[in-house]
């Protein structure tokens, strides 16, 4: 059976909004404070490995848009967004 487009199993990364990002991260720090000191060190690495990883992934990311209301089909050059082919024509005359 194949999957189809946008299916889970399409072997791609999941999605994390920044919110979601923080909890991972959080559950990940407890779960390294919790660890028993006979854990494998392998396992100890991983978990720091990807605690650096959120934290760099939650510093790179760039701030929330400002929800700036904005004309009806402009976007923020200033151009009108609502028909993207258009300003490669000439004026009308």
Not at 7 to 24: C, M, T, W, Y
Not at 31 to 36: D, G, H, Q, R, V
Not at 60 to 89: K, M, V
């Amino acid at each position: 059976m194949r999957a189809f487009d946008g299916q889970f199993s399409d072997n791609r990364p999941i999605r994390r909004s920044a919110q979601e990002k923080k909890k991972l991260l959080a559950e990940l720090k407890e779960t390294l404070a919790n660890l028993k000191p006979q854990a494998a060190p392998s396992l100890r690495s991983t978990i720091v490995a990807r605690i650096k990883e959120i934290e760099a992934e939650l510093a790179a990311e760039p701030p929330p848009r400002s929800a700036a209301p904005r004309g009806e089909g402009q976007r923020a050059d200033g151009q009108r967004g609502d028909n993207p082919r258009r300003r490669d024509l000439p004026p009308r005359r």
